[in-house]
């Protein structure tokens, strides 16, 4: 009986021991049974690990922060890259051949400025794309040889006194400037304050393409002044030129120029002229530009512009600006009208002879660039 009874208590110990919660209460220091064996109490944990020969716990430290989740790193919206124009890189790659020339003008030219805006700064500007132009047409090759002469001037019969009362400068006061012939031009200050907004003073250009339209009159037709004196050579006048070679080429030449001035790519530069100029001649076809005078939508500027950007990218030649007039065809062609200028026929022969272009293929690559380029209505 007595040793049935110590077996029960036995079993009985047996049975409490198995109930222990197997985190019973642990002391730094007291002895553990197996390394790496973890115990939580509370907050606090305890590690088993091997302190000399004996097995003890030991207090786990914890960090007083969790670690920071990184945030997941963003990659940079790439920016669309702006489209360009393949014959207007084309052109701005052969004027910047062009320009790194060592050529300088020899051009004679004189500026008269109203006395009484003598320190006139829009003069001033107008003067720095002149000169710059003259140099561009030299180290082009086609310089202007007549002796430039500039009247730049606010008060309407100051300038009148100075221009061909034959010419229609001498009533021109409805213009910002332009050219009488005989190397004659003008600058009409009055004409820009009242576009500017200004009233009676010059103020700061409202934008670049304001300051651009506004300064590079001189540059345009000094850039005339060079088809005039080349085709002069050839015994005839800048109304052999279809309107988009003869106005376009003087746009084109007065935008690369106002970039060398002020430090900016044609690219660029070209792109404020689009903000500023007709907005009616997406749609125009170059057969139509073709006259002696100028377009009703004045398209011969802008268009032209852009069928010579195309003009050099084909030829790759910076003569193609000029050179429409030294045809061989006997003086102004078949069909020549002083009014109409240039018939369609002659013109169609000359692109061939000149820059071997078929302007049924042709034309229709250009006036795909007026949809894409030219700025709409």
């Given amino acids: 009986m007595a040793r049935l009874l110590r077996i029960l ?3 009985a110990v047996f049975v ?6 197997s985190h019973a209460a642990v002391k730094v220091g007291a002895v553990c049974k197996k390394v790496g064996q ?17 097995l003890i716990w030991s ?3 914890q960090n007083s922060s969790p670690a920071p989740t990184p945030n997941p790193t963003l990659s940079p919206t790439a920016t669309p890259a702006k489209e360009v124009s393949k014959f207007a890189q084309a052109t701005q790659e052969i004027l910047e051949e062009v320009w790194k020339s060592s050529k300088k003008s020899e051009s004679k030219y004189q500026v008269f400025i109203e006395p009484a805006r003598s320190d006139s700064k829009w003069a001033k500007e107008n003067l720095a794309l ?6 561009l047409l030299t180290k082009m090759g086609y310089p202007a040889t007549t002796e430039v002469k500039a009247y730049i001037g606010w008060d309407w019969k100051w300038i009148q006194q100075y221009v061909p009362q034959q010419t229609w400068c001498y009533s021109g006061q409805w213009a910002g400037g332009g050219n009488c012939g005989s190397g004659i031009n003008f600058v009409n200050l009055k004409f820009l304050a009242d576009w500017q907004g200004s009233g009676n003073v010059e103020s700061e250009w409202r934008n670049e393409e304001s300051k651009f339209q506004g300064t590079s009159t001189l540059s345009h037709e000094v850039a005339h002044q060079g088809q005039v004196d080349y085709l002069a050579k050839l015994n005839r006048g800048t109304y052999f030129y279809p309107a988009w070679i ?4 003087p746009e084109l030449i007065k935008t690369f120029v106002y970039g060398k001035v002020h430090n900016q790519s044609y690219l660029s530069v070209r792109e404020n002229y689009f903000k500023m100029t007709e907005r009616k001649c997406k749609y125009v076809k170059l057969d139509e530009l073709l006259m002696s005078g100028n377009h009703p939508d004045n398209c011969q500027g802008v268009a032209g512009l852009l069928a010579l950007e195309a003009l050099l990218a084909t030829t790759r030649d910076v003569n193609s600006l000029f050179n429409f007039g030294a045809s061989k065809i006997a003086g102004n062609g078949p069909g020549f009208d002083n009014q109409k200028g ?10 061939k002879e000149m820059f071997g272009i078929d302007t049924a293929t042709w034309h229709p690559i250009v006036e795909a660039e007026f949809v894409k380029w030219a700025p709409a209505p």
């Fill in 9 to 11: 208590l036995l079993s």
């Fill in 16 to 21: 409490s021991s198995s109930l222990l919660p």
């Fill in 38 to 54: 973890v115990s939580s109490q509370g907050k606090n944990s305890f590690k088993c690990v091997k302190s000399g020969k004996k």
């Fill in 59 to 61: 207090k786990v430290k």
């Fill in 130 to 135: 002149m000169e710059a132009t003259l140099e």
């Fill in 246 to 249: 003869r106005e376009g080429a």
């Fill in 342 to 351: 240039i018939s369609k026929e002659t013109y169609q022969s000359v692109m």
